[in-house]
């Protein structure tokens, strides 16, 4: 007789304890949603945000010595929230005025072929960009370094992309 109420309780403790295990599974699905969300409003934040930090040297951007002016972004193509082990991809871009004897060498550097078609600049950085410019490029140049460039010569203006 003693076993049956040693049962029911056992069966009822059980039962608490699934109950409270599915309701702290479901309370940290929810709350991985929130960190998601807080997540992807500061990836927004930081791929919206234009920098004008000298984070670029010629290490990078081969080139572009000790220039006036730069104005970069970052990009998270892939999706950087992701829990998921792994690399994390991000991509640059940004426009640097060169100071003059700089842009000489640069223009002097490689050979530069003009670019024929519409040269993708980010929305964020297409105010930094003349509008008559001429960009040129040089097969030459990217072959040796991470970044891509579209030069303009006559402005002394640069434009990089690259990649982690």
């Known amino acids: 007789m003693k076993r049956r109420p040693l049962l029911v309780t056992v069966v009822a403790v059980a039962g608490v ?3 409270a295990a599915c309701g702290g599974v479901f309370w940290l699905a929810r709350a991985d949603r929130g960190q998601e969300r807080d997540c992807a409003a500061q990836v927004a ?3 919206a945000k234009v920098r004008t930090d000298r984070h670029w040297t010629a290490k990078e951007v081969p080139g572009i010595g000790e220039y006036a002016e730069i104005h970069w972004q970052v990009d998270f193509p892939s999706f950087a ?3 998921a082990p792994g690399p994390t991809d991000s991509r640059y871009q940004g426009i640097v005025r060169l100071a ?3 842009a000489r060498a640069l223009a002097a550097g490689y050979p530069w072929a003009p670019v024929t078609g519409a040269v993708e600049v980010w929305p964020g ?3 930094y960009v003349p509008p008559q410019v001429r960009w040129r490029r040089s ?3 990217d072959g040796g370094t991470r970044a891509s460039v579209q030069f303009d010569p006559d402005r002394a203006l640069l ?3 690259a990649a982690d």
């Open 45 to 47: 934040t930081e791929e």
């Open 100 to 102: 003059p004897a700089d």
């Open 17 to 19: 304890v699934l109950l």
């Open 139 to 141: 097969p030459a140049y």
């Open 81 to 83: 929230c992701s829990r």
């Open 159 to 161: 434009l990089f992309t």
């Open 125 to 127: 950085l297409s105010a």
